[in-house]
């Protein structure tokens, strides 16, 4: 019932009334906590003072997954977002499944960010099949292929990459925070994982993708036409959130049901404009791509649709 009430309230208030709300809460858990509690949780592990990983049962009782807000300086600084620790560590918990789900010869249907006893899931083997698909275009005729894997984390579509193509060269590069850029090259060494943009972005690339990563930009637009001007041939930008009536709005999610505790932010983009900026850069549409993901946003003024867009270069 009181879960229920919030997302009533959610749905009824502007936008500033909820960022309000969210001050209020970050205020109130930044009160310093009495010796007591700090030695227990010091003996638990857990740093004395982290308002970025408070217990995910606590964020979700204040407030549901997923709720649209402003934009502000402190949204975009206030938590650790992706590059939280806790995602990390979740992820190399759950490496020797995946690896053991990319290995068999099933069907490529458990997602890296799913439980390790998950069934396979049609949803999944949608988007690996689709970059699968995206990627087969790019190489046609190739002798091999440069790829720049934009928001890549530990590399899953590199090892997806290899299933799917195994005799296709590939000089690949994952960009991605440092947590994952520390790790990334323990578990695959043959690929480069970079932490600074423009380094990535210094050299062009056959094929540029970017999975769920671009609208975690706070000027996606600007990271857009960085991404076009480095695509020599082929650009894949898929599990991106997009509306038809509204213009480009912002909303927080807080994932703590795949074990991220943290929170960050995110745009919910226009489709129109998303594809006229990339065809402004010289691309054309060559296929569109349904995705399986329409999260429920209390206080949005659309329900958004996660779908994915290969472009080609004009020239190419």
């Given amino acids: 019932m009181r879960s229920r009430l919030r997302s009533v309230l959610l749905a009824t208030m502007p936008p500033f009334a909820v960022d309000g709300l969210r001050s209020l809460r970050r205020a109130w858990r930044r009160k310093p906590e009495s ?23 606590a964020r979700q009782e204040d ?10 300086d402190e949204l975009w600084s206030s938590a650790a977002g992706w590059g939280h620790q806790s995602i990390v560590e979740t992820q190399l918990a759950k490496w020797p499944s995946f690896l053991d789900s990319v290995a068999a010869t099933g069907p490529l249907g458990q997602s890296h960010e799913a439980a390790t006893d998950a069934p396979a899931d049609y949803a999944t083997h949608n988007t690996i099949m689709t970059f699968g698909y995206a990627l087969g275009r790019a190489a046609r005729g190739r002798d091999g292929l440069t790829v720049l894997d934009w928001g890549g984390g530990l590399g899953h579509y590199y090892v997806y990459a290899r299933a799917l193509f195994p005799d296709l060269p590939l000089d690949y590069v994952v960009k991605d925070l440092l947590p994952f850029c520390e790790v990334g090259p323990r578990l695959l060494p043959e690929v480069a994982f970079v932490t600074d943009a423009d380094e990535a972005l210094s050299k062009s690339y056959d094929f540029v993708f970017a999975s769920s990563s671009i ?17 020599t ?6 599990r991106t959130p997009f509306v038809e009536a509204s213009d480009d709005f912002l909303v927080v999610q807080r994932p703590h049901q795949y074990g991220y505790l943290t929170e960050y932010p995110g745009w919910f983009m226009n489709r129109r404009r998303f594809i006229e900026f990339v065809a402004a850069r010289g691309f054309n549409v060559e296929r569109e791509f349904l995705v399986a993901e329409q999260p429920y946003v209390p206080n949005a003024p659309e329900t ?9 270069r004009s020239s190419s």
């Avoid at 609208?215 to 695509?231: F, T, V």
């Fill in 35 to 57: 010796k007591e509690s700090s030695e227990i949780l010091a003996s638990a592990g857990r740093p004395e003072s982290d308002d970025a990983t408070c217990s995910a049962q």
């Fill in 63 to 72: 407030f549901p997954e997923w709720e649209m807000v402003s934009d502000t």
């Fill in 215 to 231: 609208h975690y930009e706070r000027d996606q637009y600007q990271l857009l036409g960085r991404l076009c001007d480095s695509a």
């Fill in 233 to 238: 041939a082929w650009l894949l930008v898929t």
């Fill in 304 to 312: 958004a649709h996660y779908l994915g867009f290969l472009f080609r």
